[in-house]
């Protein structure tokens, strides 16, 4: 990401806040005893136009310590701002707020910035480089990606392209489930299909994955093992303890794993587990790549244990004496950290917990010299961050390091009913089939509607329809329009002068022209606003608000107008409304046509 060409100022907003700050500043040793903090200087766009363009609070904050009213104060800070060529003036309001009112030449010399930077435009160096371990989807390979996957993985694609644009250095990653019981279920599920085809009729396991992308798992196995791994049904099932409803249906799948590896051998079973893991990290990937979702690194659950990076978080545990033996087990003291209970990290049998492997997996990601963890989650794990946090602490690290998302549930509507779904007895819509419904950028865009810590309701025919009512179609067909406006002035024989059009922005005087300005300026704090809340639904909010005031404005107008000055000064506007539309669009991961 380039940085500004220095003859570009800074936003709009951050040249007014450093005159705010510089104007505070000036005051201390004087009205002020010491400088504020930079949380206490906030300065805000107003809702009202007749109240300005900016405001701030920032006298009432400093009154106590500086022992004046706040008007009073703020009289101060007014007369201590340098001077400058952004504001007009400047009014003291209610209790002590200071309203700023901008120049004209102050909101239009955003459209020089937009189309110098280009697609530049909006990012910033915020984020000072740190670097973040960005880890999201991480479904369990057991099945297909689902709807609530794809959910996942549009907020983490596009948190990660906010979180680079604003000068973070950012890594994406997924952590593979691939070792424990889940992994076994899928194994001996593929292997009962594949006795299927070899002939045998053995009774599905209620406990089972029924799903039936399992066929194909079997079918490759026949493929690779012919009727090597193949078992009479009747020894498959001798002795074994009742499957539900009569029985239990845990007792016996885990009794049915123990036979598979009875009559076929580990190195069978392994074979079995290994490939169904295989296709299905393959079917992921595929899915997650078409999806326009890309990871800089799929991290193996097995690699903890054969990389001693469990043993290492352990011992780190054990030094600190923050685990104790009670029952056989070892237990790390979390309580000690803010959990709301002590958890089991090595069980009665010697094997590390689930909890071992977690802890053990962020502090790997430490140990990489990430300095932020970012994990994006089911809304199911909501007592994860205490308890990760907590090992983190305990082995010496801050534990604030880690931060996670938990994404909420998403429904499906069509015609205005309810799509019932349910993994595990495989009633549920894959992300490839409702991409294929869709398609890419209403599954994106949709997807990241609503804030992430809300649930989701996504209506089918909406995201189908070519309507403006359809809020993707509506911000694509702004972009479109643009790109209809630039080929309509070629077909009449004209051409777009931008230094030209740039040099009469002063023409841009109307009601909806300068409401568009001002909505194009607002972009680089939507995208601030974005990344420091973890928040990309601020960012569609945004694009839906200055496609709407570009449409009003293409409604309400004619931009190839007769008089060049003009013609240009619209066409600069619309272009900057193109450029950052545009913009958005791409981080957001959704297309921007030139037709529609």
């Known amino acids: ?31 002020l005893p010491t400088a504020p903090e930079a949380s206490q200087l906030i300065l805000e766009r107003t809702r009202d136009a007749q109240h300005g363009d900016f405001a701030t609070n920032i006298a009432m904050r400093l009154a106590k310590s500086a022992r004046r009213s706040p008007r009073e104060l703020a009289q101060a800070i007014v007369a201590a701002l340098p001077a400058n060529d952004l504001i007009e003036r400047t009014e003291i309001a209610g209790a002590g707020f200071i309203n700023f009112h901008l120049k004209a030449a102050a909101s239009t010399q955003e459209l020089a910035r937009i189309h110098e930077l280009g697609v530049a435009y909006g990012q910033s160096q915020a984020g000072g480089g740190e670097r973040v371990l960005l880890e999201f989807v991480s479904a369990n390979p057991t099945g297909p990606l689902h709807v609530g996957h794809g959910r996942q ?32 279920i899928l194994g001996v599920s593929t292997w009962i299909r594949y006795l299927e085809l070899c002939g045998e009729t053995v009774p599905f396991p209620s406990n089972g994955y029924r799903g039936d992308y399992v066929r194909p798992l079997a079918q490759a196995l026949k493929g690779r093992a012919g009727e090597r791994l193949r078992a009479a049904a009747a020894s498959v099932m001798a002795g074994l303890p009742a499957d539900a409803p009569e029985g239990d249906k845990e007792l016996h799948i885990d009794a049915l794993i123990a036979r598979c590896r009875e009559l076929i051998g580990e190195d069978g079973f392994r074979s079995a587990l ?31 244990a054969s990389s001693g990076a ?15 033996v009670k029952d056989g087990a070892q237990w790390f003291a979390a309580t000690r950290f803010g959990d709301e209970k002590d958890r089991v990290v090595v069980r009665e049998n010697g094997v590390a917990t689930y909890f071992a492997s977690d802890i053990a997996y962020h502090l790997e990601k ?6 932020r963890l970012l994990d994006v989650l089911g809304a199911d794990h909501h007592g994860y961050v205490a308890r990760v946090r907590a090992g983190l602490a305990a082995m010496g690290e801050p534990g604030d390091s880690l931060e996670v998302s938990l994404i909420q549930f998403v429904s499906l509507f069509r015609g205005g009913e309810k799509i019932p779904m ?11 089939e409702l991409r294929d419904e869709v398609g890419n950028d209403a599954c994106r865009f949709f997807y990241l509607m609503r804030s992430h810590d809300q649930p989701l309701d996504f209506d089918l025919e ?11 179609y509506y911000i694509q067909y702004a972009h479109a329009r643009v790109a209809s406006v630039l080929k309509q002035l070629a077909a009449k024989g004209l051409t777009f002068d931008r230094a030209e059009g740039l040099a009469q922005a002063t023409l841009l005087g109307g009601a909806h022209e300068q409401a568009l300005v001002q909505s194009l300026s607002r972009y680089p704090e939507s995208l601030a606003l974005a990344a420091t809340q973890r928040a990309p639904h601020t960012l569609v909010y945004y694009l839906r608000d200055l496609a709407n005031a570009f449409h009003t404005y293409y409604n309400a107008e004619q931009f190839i107008v007769p008089e060049a000055p003009l013609r240009n000064a619209r066409l600069v506007l619309v272009t900057a409304a193109q450029q950052v539309i545009r913009n958005g669009l791409t981080l957001l991961g959704v297309s921007a046509p030139e037709s529609m």
């Open 462 to 472: 909406l995201a189908k329809s070519r309507t403006n009512e359809n809020p993707v």
């Open 153 to 184: 993985a549009a907020y983490g694609a596009t948190l990660a392209n906010i979180l680079a644009a604003t000068g973070f250095t950012v890594a994406r990653e997924y952590y593979i489930n691939d070792a424990g019981r889940q992994m076994e």
């Open 1 to 31: 990401m380039r940085g500004y060409p220095q003859r570009m100022s800074p936003p709009l907003k951050s040249q007014l806040e450093q005159l705010l700050r510089e104007a505070v500043n000036g005051l201390v040793g004087g009205l």
């Open 274 to 304: 290994g490939l169904s893991l295989e296709l299905m990290i393959a079917d992921i990937r595929d899915d997650l790549a078409g999806f326009g979702v890309e990871f800089d690194r799929w991290y193996s659950e097995r690699t903890l």
């Open 366 to 371: 430490r140990e990489r010299g990430f300095q």
């Open 310 to 324: 469990i043993d290492r978080a352990l011992e780190r545990l054990r030094a600190a004496a923050h685990v104790y």
């Open 422 to 432: 349910g993994k595990r007895e495989a009633q549920f819509v894959t992300l490839r």
